[in-house]
């Protein structure tokens, strides 16, 4: 490979939530420290362990160069680099300049939607398992959350109950729907016919469709991620939609997201919502990151992170299903995250899933509890690092753990 996603870099002490978090109460979710003897392996934080591309360290570097940075105004590059990125990479949709907005980080664009399309005490549709930081923004604005399940079939698949969605919008007079696409954390990457058929249900229920597509870019080969604005003529002017370049490239300690809104009633009304805080604004370097990111050069280095992403998800689970009996988990389209059930195992080793969360920290596995993303008893594992680390981790959980 032409880029390094081999090399173990020490991100202890340089400000990496995902090590120096653990063993510390921030949000009340952090792994507790290993013994001694063993070394935090994050599992956790979703960010990735990979250098991010050269070319946006580059853009950085040379943004830096020039000392004043005073206040400024958003690049014709910055939107530029956006639509050719969003235009190219199989995604084809059709962008100008005033359908982008500049978002502070994702959460705040679901923060400023709900704020400004519902009241408090409304009730908001979100997919379970839900990534929790979704729960939050939704319970914290004092809105409710009403959860409908995602359905494994026969082969495992995490599917759309389209029936108990219609249904719960219905019974709890819902506007709003929070989607995920690709899902985290099961790593669905929607078909066509899924989207047509939950877009039928959100036009046929008048809903405002906030559809998180960060992990857009991370899907793996034979797959394809269609944004949801691209599914009907309905759904371009009744969604809203948010993207990054920070899972993807690594740099969610940058700050930097974007809204893409085609209805000029509904952009203004939630753009508004967030100007009114003051505060969402960009960072310069961000604009200076993504625009050595969305470059020719950042797909090539994308391309090359998806062989190594995919390839560990499938090693991953192989090695479960060969030495964790009892252990479920299906391999998604996308993103870095597994998803495991333990349900199997807890029953027939006498163990609760509290217990073996702690196992696992003790011997360093910094993984996460699944219960907080509706997964009763579950798992929730990022696989976005060099192989050995990643083998390592499972070596521990083989004889540590899991035995």
Same mark, same amino acid.
């Given at each position: 490979?032409?880029?390094?996603?081999?090399?173990?870099?020490?991100?202890?002490?340089?400000?990496?939530?995902?090590?120096?978090?653990?063993?510390?109460?921030?949000?009340?979710?952090?792994?507790?420290?290993?013994?001694?003897?063993?070394?935090?392996?994050?599992?956790?934080?979703?960010?990735?362990?990979?250098?991010?591309?050269?070319?946006?360290?580059?853009?950085?570097?040379?943004?830096?160069?020039?000392?004043?940075?005073?206040?400024?105004?958003?690049?014709?590059?910055?939107?530029?680099?956006?639509?050719?990125?969003?235009?190219?990479?199989?995604?084809?949709?059709?962008?100008?300049?005033?359908?982008?907005?500049?978002?502070?980080?994702?959460?705040?664009?679901?923060?400023?939607?709900?704020?400004?399309?519902?009241?408090?005490?409304?009730?908001?549709?979100?997919?379970?398992?839900?990534?929790?930081?979704?729960?939050?923004?939704?319970?914290?604005?004092?809105?409710?959350?009403?959860?409908?399940?995602?359905?494994?079939?026969?082969?495992?698949?995490?599917?759309?109950?389209?029936?108990?969605?219609?249904?719960?919008?219905?019974?709890?007079?819902?506007?709003?729907?929070?989607?995920?696409?690709?899902?985290?954390?099961?790593?669905?990457?929607?078909?066509?016919?899924?989207?047509?058929?939950?877009?039928?249900?959100?036009?046929?229920?008048?809903?405002?469709?906030?559809?998180?597509?960060?992990?857009?870019?991370?899907?793996?080969?034979?797959?394809?991620?269609?944004?949801?604005?691209?599914?009907?003529?309905?759904?371009?002017?009744?969604?809203?939609?948010?993207?990054?370049?920070?899972?993807?490239?690594?740099?969610? &300690?940058? %700050?930097?997201?974007?809204?893409?809104?085609?209805? @000029?009633?509904?952009?203004? =009304?939630? /753009?508004?919502? *967030? +100007?009114?805080?003051?505060?969402?604004?960009?960072?310069?370097?961000?604009?200076?990151?993504?625009?050595?990111?969305?470059?020719?050069?950042?797909?090539?280095?994308?391309?090359?992170?998806?062989?190594?992403?995919? &390839?560990? %998800?499938?090693?991953?689970?192989?090695?479960?299903? @060969?030495?964790?009996?009892? =252990?479920? /988990?299906?391999? *998604? +389209?996308?993103?870095?995250?597994?998803?495991?059930?333990?349900?199997?195992?807890?029953?027939?080793?006498?163990?609760?899933?509290?217990?073996?969360?702690?196992?696992?920290?003790?011997?360093?596995?910094?993984?996460?509890?699944?219960?907080?993303?509706?997964?009763?008893?579950?798992?929730?594992?990022?696989?976005?690092?060099?192989?050995?680390?990643? +083998?390592?981790?499972?070596?521990?959980?083989?004889?540590?753990?899991?035995?």
């Amino acid at each position: 490979m032409k880029y390094d996603f081999e090399s173990i870099i020490d991100r202890r002490g340089r400000d990496a939530a995902a090590y120096d978090s653990v063993g510390k109460i921030k949000w009340g979710i952090e792994p507790t420290l290993p013994e001694e003897g063993f070394s935090v392996i994050p599992l956790w934080v979703a960010d990735m362990n990979f250098a991010t591309c050269p070319a946006v360290t580059r853009e950085i570097i040379k943004r830096a160069e020039h000392p004043l940075f005073g206040y400024y105004e958003y690049s014709d590059e910055y939107f530029q680099s956006v639509i050719k990125w969003r235009q190219a990479g199989g995604y084809h949709q059709e962008l100008s300049r005033d359908h982008i907005g500049y978002e502070n980080g994702v959460h705040g664009f679901m923060s400023s939607a709900v704020r400004a399309l519902t009241e408090p005490g409304d009730c908001i549709l979100l997919h379970s398992p839900a990534y929790v930081g979704f729960r939050d923004d939704v319970e914290g604005l004092g809105r409710k959350p009403v959860y409908s399940p995602l359905i494994q079939d026969e082969n495992g698949v995490w599917r759309m109950d389209y029936e108990d969605m219609d249904r719960k919008i219905k019974d709890n007079d819902i506007k709003v729907v929070i989607f995920c696409s690709p899902h985290n954390p099961t790593g669905r990457v929607w078909t066509l016919p899924e989207l047509e058929q939950a877009m039928a249900v959100f036009e046929a229920n008048d809903v405002t469709v906030l559809s998180d597509e960060i992990w857009a870019d991370l899907v793996f080969r034979g797959h394809e991620h269609i944004p949801a604005q691209c599914v009907s003529s309905w759904a371009k002017e009744h969604t809203a939609a948010a993207y990054a370049p920070s899972k993807t490239f690594n740099l969610a &300690g940058l %700050v930097g997201s974007y809204h893409i809104i085609y209805n @000029d009633v509904l952009r203004k =009304v939630i /753009t508004e919502c *967030g +100007e009114k805080t003051h505060y969402n604004v960009m960072n310069v370097l961000s604009m200076h990151a993504l625009i050595g990111a969305y470059s020719d050069e950042g797909r090539e280095w994308v391309d090359e992170l998806m062989q190594v992403i995919e &390839g560990n %998800v499938r090693w991953a689970a192989d090695y479960i299903s @060969d030495n964790f009996p009892g =252990v479920e /988990t299906h391999v *998604g +389209e996308g993103t870095y995250m597994l998803f495991l059930d333990l349900s199997g195992y807890c029953e027939r080793s006498g163990r609760d899933i509290d217990e073996v969360i702690r196992a696992g920290w003790r011997v360093g596995a910094a993984w996460q509890d699944g219960r907080m993303f509706e997964g009763p008893c579950h798992i929730r594992l990022n696989l976005a690092s060099p192989r050995s680390l990643i +083998e390592e981790a499972f070596d521990r959980m083989k004889r540590y753990v899991f035995i």
